[in-house]
């Protein structure tokens, strides 16, 4: 990244002192270009750090500015919903900065849901309290690198999934952003199995703009991969599968001394309570006519053809080929 602009800010970097003066020239002339004209007083020039957006842009990574962190941490405790939606707003700005913000902020969300009665519970003050902490102490967030490979760790509960993007960079696995999204009432009855594919398919939608044509990989235990090449998979499980496929996304396994579930659940992952999954393996395990039957197996590990072995191949097939 060179520069950056948001409306009418803009920051411009460089690894040494050289090639920073080479971008800066390049903008100007830009500028001159499109007869626009800059506010020496506004102007920072040849800084180590900057703040730009409510953030600190500095060599060793991005981080939230001090100056807007401490509104948070000197706001008094919400006294209606409006009050609560403004630090909430607040708060979600920097969300990226802390992980698990959703299910931290979750009894204080529930607080100004429609038509529920406003009622400051100890519940909303721990709430309240844990995300002033985890703001101000929030850690600096690394820069990505489009030529490296991103990891993408994600989590599921009862209630919430999160992710983690990440590289490693000089050795260390180094945090990009956090994620993490309170799960509806609907979701929330999904077996362990299906959230974990949840969160990777929310993950993978959020972090869209790092992750989209670019090689990444997700660690998941063995009961998610049991799923993945479930026969016959339900509507739902088969868009999720698909909508992966738009991203070089590889599910790698975690072993099990990583995860100490993973044996346990590797075997038969969903509980008999969970019709989500135990009632399609009954209705699969029997014998149904198919025309032509594609798993998610076989969607999930193409070859990459060239077209025209594509076209060879179906030539040769007896269904496919033309008939005339």
Known sequence: MNDSIYLDDI????????????????????????????NPDKCNLFRREV????????????????????????????????????????CTYYRRFVKGFSLIARPLHRLTEHKRPFVWTEECEVAFTSLKEALTSAPILSYPDPDKQFILDTDASHANVGAVLSQEIDGQERVI???????????????????ELLAIVKAAENFHSYVYGKNSCSEQTMHL??????????????????????YDVDIRHRKGSLHGNADALSRKPCS?????????????GKTVPVVRQITASATSHLDPWS??????????????KPHY
């Open 225 to 246: 991969t049991w799923l993945l090449n479930f026969k016959n998979t339900e509507g739902q499980i088969a868009r999720w599968i698909q909508k992966l496929q738009e």
């Open 51 to 90: 703040s730009y957006l409510g953030h600190i842009i500095s060599a060793e990574g991005v981080r939230t500015d001090p100056r807007k962190v401490a509104a948070v941490k000197e706001w008094s405790q919400p006294r209606n919903v409006p009050e609560l939606r403004s630090f909430l707003g607040l």
């Open 177 to 195: 952003a956090y994620w993490s999204k309170c799960l509806s009432k609907p979701e929330r009855n999904y077996c362990v199995t299906r959230k």
């Open 307 to 320: 077209d025209e072995e594509v076209r060879e191949a179906q030539m040769k097939d007896s269904d496919l």
């Open 272 to 284: 008999e309570n969970f019709r989500f999954c135990s009632t399609a393996e009954m209705k699969y």
């Open 11 to 38: 920051i411009i970097v460089g690894r040494d002192f050289e090639e920073h003066l080479s971008n800066l020239r390049k903008v100007l002339e830009k500028l001159k270009q499109a007869n626009l004209k800059l």
